[in-house]
């Protein structure tokens, strides 16, 4: 297996790192999949998931998004939207010029999730298939009301130190910036309204272009009991997008030595939930599940969002 190290030009964000694996045994109509990662998750945590899709057949492109690279502490404090999404820009490009013509699919966890739904909608480019783990769609409880205070009334620059894991996260805090830039992201994702039946004109209506995923493959893992993602919102979106998406529950174990919202590998999901998302996704691969009838417990809930 092969891999390499690319740092292209980002304009304001400087250097990107980018890690390419080509597959054990390339084949022909080759399926390369790009993974996200989340909010301060150090990038090498993605490594089980890197490990699985190598082992799967395909290539594995991943990229540590601005802020979350060595050198970024000041970037960190002023990082964007548009900073992550010409991230995955310059991680397309790369990525079609290392396997031109190969199709490009994505798994994104948390920030990625709604990082790869956005950057699909607003560049009118599908991935061939998406598969996101806890994705941020929107932010449980009190936690978006008080970060939209933040976001207007303090400095961008200030840090919240981070209660994750030492061994998962990439920095000791997270700055307001960055968690604005999230809130920007989850504010600009498609919503129902924004269906064909439901607009009149314009964007994805009758007169215009449909939604970029539209019908397109997607899996998503919702983490019973999640103390920070809404389930209202993952229903949202599953509203917007019920033709080709698939929604599946991950039941973890009562007593955890990690949030629950970190389920990214072994150590922090458990053996066993490991197992179930791997498995699952390897059925929904070939063709299981792929017309979105799964339906997880998470309809029975509705904790609200933002």
Do not use: C
Request: glycine share 14%; proline share 8%; aromatic share 10%.
């Amino acid at each position: 297996m092969k891999s390499a190290r690319e740092n292209p030009r980002n304009g304001r964000s400087g250097s990107r790192e980018l890690s390419l694996h080509d597959p054990p045994e390339p084949g022909p109509g080759s399926e390369v999949f790009l993974l996200l990662h989340g909010l301060n998750l150090a990038p090498a945590r993605m490594g089980a998931w890197r490990d699985y899709f190598l082992g799967e057949g395909f290539a594995v492109a991943s990229i540590a998004l601005a802020g979350h690279r060595a050198g970024d502490s000041r970037l960190w404090r002023r990082v964007s939207a548009a900073d992550w999404l010409a991230d995955v820009d310059g991680a397309r490009d790369a990525v079609q010029e290392r396997w031109p013509g190969a199709a490009v699919s994505v798994f994104g966890y948390s920030l990625g999730a709604v990082l790869a739904a956005v950057w699909s909608e607003e560049r009118g480019i599908p991935w061939r298939r998406a598969v996101y783990l806890a994705p941020a769609f929107g932010v449980k409880g009190l936690g978006a009301p008080l970060l939209r205070m933040g976001r207007t009334l303090l400095p961008k620059s200030l840090l919240l130190p981070s209660f994750a894991p030492r061994a998962y996260r990439f920095r000791w805090a997270t700055s307001m910036a960055a968690f604005g830039a999230l809130l920007d992201l989850i504010e600009r994702l498609p919503r129902p309204e924004d269906t064909p039946e439901a607009r009149t004109g314009g964007g994805s209506g009758p007169d215009g272009p449909p939604a970029a995923m539209e019908g397109a493959p997607q899996l998503i893992f919702h983490v019973e009991g999640d103390q920070l993602i809404s389930t209202q919102a993952l229903l949202q979106y599953r509203r917007r997008f019920g033709a080709g998406l698939s929604f599946h529950p991950v039941y973890l174990p009562g007593w955890r030595r990690y949030p629950r919202h970190l389920a990214i590998d072994p150590e922090s999901a458990g053996d066993g939930p490991w197992r179930e998302m791997t498995g699952r996704v390897s059925r929904w691969l070939k063709g299981e599940g792929a017309a979105g009838s799964g339906v997880g417990g998470a309809d029975a809930t509705g904790d609200g969002g933002p």
